[in-house]
């Protein structure tokens, strides 16, 4: 069996564009800047906050999750979830890294 295309890229490649493609909506942003803000939520709260239905805020919250941005505990039959700060650093750290290889050259340089 080939090559798949993501193991044609490095670890750090494939873990910056999952992290993005998890960034790449704007519901999912929408849900980080809540979190954000204040600091833990309850499903419900993101249903009344956003306007988006139960099932749609649940995949989102899924995706989050997978990717290691949110965690959650149950209370109850109710989902409590807050930014994952360890994970925040790491992915904060990863794109600064990467922001951070930019050399501004002068306009006649650029292509």
């Known amino acids: 069996m080939g090559l798949t295309k993501s193991e044609l890229f490095s670890d750090v490649q494939n873990e910056l564009a999952l992290t993005a493609k998890a960034f790449a909506h704007p519901a999912r942003i929408a849900i980080i800047q809540y979190l954000l803000k204040t600091n833990t939520c309850i499903n419900s709260d993101l249903v009344q906050e956003l306007g988006l239905a139960q099932a749609t805020i649940s995949q989102h919250l899924r995706e989050l999750k997978e990717i290691g941005i949110i965690q959650g505990d149950i209370e109850g039959t109710r989902v409590c979830y ?12 990863q794109f600064i890294r990467m922001f951070n290889e930019f050399t501004p050259s002068s306009p006649e340089n650029c292509c």
């Open 82 to 93: 807050c930014i994952n700060p360890i994970r925040w650093e790491a992915i904060k750290s």
